[in-house]
């Protein structure tokens, strides 16, 4: 499959070191569950051994979650993974050992599994996606309920991160041309419009155009055509086929690949999806699908802490 630009995980991890905007995002979210915790000391601190154990199958993500969180709030901890990001666990696999004090452990003991559980559940079930599908890539959205750290269990997963933030990339939806609509406009003319007038020295690389219908669709795709002619470039566009049945997408590039107008388009299915419609998906000409489903709602993966014994 060629790349595509909906990976954006570069932004979030460059060369093994998260980036500031993940650092910053991932300290936003460790505060405030420290904070809701309220958690306590224990009555008879010293130093102990603990162990994390999973207790169900998935596939676990969280180490560069957890490494902030212990560096952050604990003074004499140390940890160990024994599984890798993005490796497989059952149940009864020790993932991560942790020596230190135990009253710091207890302070983030909740904390930490549950997001490892919350990480680890999004990557399982993103991983699950990605092995139904043969021939398309499989990104979440920007609905979220952990913000960049569900962008980053998907990756693991295997999936495709899609925009971390608004201005990631240039997305122009339904309620973008809405806004942008003249009163003697059809909507029409306005997605051309509003397409000839983008200024491609601020947005290329990564452009979305929302788009309901196979007319909206060749509108789209010809207007950006005659955009790219005029300055030169080459760069393809994402028509995000919203809501359309797969029926009308394949009539739809059929016509795009008979006015040659194909070459310039990423297709993105997106709407109603779901993991057992993925089969007909692979089939359906698209370059990948788009779906909160992947991350959205995905059960968590169980994980016990255990502390085992008081070094002497």
């Not at 070459?263 to 993105?268: H, P, Q, S, V």
Request: glycine share 6%; proline share 2%; aromatic share 4%.
């Amino acid at each position: 499959m060629a790349a595509l630009p909906h990976d954006r995980s570069r932004l979030l991890v460059e060369q093994g070191i998260p980036t500031e905007l993940f650092v910053n995002s991932i300290d936003r979210w460790i505060e405030t569950m420290i904070a809701d915790d309220r958690s306590g000391e224990d009555i008879v601190p010293r130093i102990v051994n603990a162990k994390v154990i999973a207790k169900e199958i998935g596939v676990l993500c969280g180490h560069l979650v957890i490494d902030r969180l212990i560096q952050n709030y604990t003074n004499n901890c140390s940890l160990q993974w024994a599984v890798e990001e993005g490796g497989r666990v059952e149940p009864r696999d020790i993932v991560l050992l942790i020596n230190g004090d135990s009253s710091e452990i207890l302070k983030i003991e909740r904390v930490l599994l549950n997001i490892l559980g919350k990480l680890s559940g999004i990557t399982t079930s993103t991983s699950k996606w990605v092995s139904a599908s043969e021939n398309i890539g499989i990104a979440c959205t920007r609905k979220t309920e952990w913000g960049l750290l569900d962008k980053w269990a998907v990756h693991i997963g295997g999936g495709l991160t899609h925009r971390l933030d608004r201005k990631d990339a240039l997305m122009l939806k339904e309620n973008d041309f809405a806004s942008a609509r003249k009163n003697y406009e059809s909507i029409i003319e306005t997605i051309g419009r509003v397409i000839s007038e983008i200024d491609l020295r601020e947005n290329s690389s990564f452009i979305i155009v929302e788009v309901q219908d196979e007319e909206q669709a060749i509108t789209a795709a010809k207007m950006w055509m005659k955009l790219q002619n005029r300055n030169e470039n080459i760069q393809p566009i994402v028509l995000l086929l919203d809501n359309m049945e797969i029926a009308e997408i394949n009539s739809t590039i059929i016509k795009l690949e008979s006015l040659d107008l194909r070459k310039w388009c990423i297709l993105e299915g997106s709407g109603g999806i779901s993991i057992d419609s993925i089969s007909k998906w692979d089939k359906s000409g698209v370059d990948l699908i788009s779906t909160s489903a992947v991350n959205r709602g995905a059960p968590p993966v169980d994980f016990s802490l255990i502390i085992e014994e008081a070094e002497r």
